[in-house]
Each structure stands twice: as C-alpha cells, then as structure tokens.
C-alpha cells in the first residue's frame, strides 16, 4: 500500500459508516467503495482511506494522525468497539 513513512490504522465495529468517515473529515457522498488489496499509493487522494472489513469500518491514514486523537476516538467508541493504532518515521507507535 505504500504506507512507509507513518500510517494509522483505525476500527469501528457496528458503526454507522457515514458517521465514521464524517468524524475523519470526510464526505460519505465522495467516498467509493475499492477492496483494501487493489489500493496503492497511487490511489490516495488526501490520503485518508475508509473501508469495511466484515462488520468493522477500518479507516487508514498515510502520514496522518486523526485515528489516534482524543476527539475522533471519543466519537468513534460511541458509535461501537474502536481500536486505533499507529507508526511515525521514528518508529514510534501507539
């Protein structure tokens, strides 16, 4: 996927998916539906990919760190099971 610099990785499990991507900044009008396996780094345009994977809705960021803040998570763990995880150019993660 070309995630080689820093990414987050962010779940929702039972979410309202229009919700989810709103919360991330997103348009659930703009956004299109691709399988995570035929995404590549080409494919990213503000860089902020949701999708679902069976119940969840998964959002990953390139280089961004929405997922792991306090005002997105709060959010998200209110609409179901949010887990969030990321990785910095530093190999730092969380």
């Given amino acids: ?3 080689d610099v820093a990414a987050t990785f962010t779940a929702v499990h039972g979410a309202d998916e229009d919700a989810a991507i709103r919360l991330f900044g997103g348009d659930p009008e703009r956004a299109r539906p691709r399988e995570i396996e035929n995404l590549c780094i080409q ?3 503000e ?3 949701p999708f679902r994977s069976g119940s969840a809705d998964v ?3 390139d280089n961004g760190y929405q997922g792991s803040r306090e005002e997105v998570l709060r959010p998200l763990s209110r609409l179901g ?3 969030s995880a990321f990785w910095n150019v530093n190999a730092v993660s969380g």
Avoid: K, Q
Wanted: charged share 25%; no cysteine; glycine share 14%.
């Fill in 43 to 45: 494919d990213y345009g």
């Fill in 47 to 49: 860089r902020t990919l």
């Fill in 81 to 83: 099971r949010t887990a």
């Fill in 59 to 61: 959002v990953v960021e």
């Fill in 1 to 3: 996927m070309g995630l």
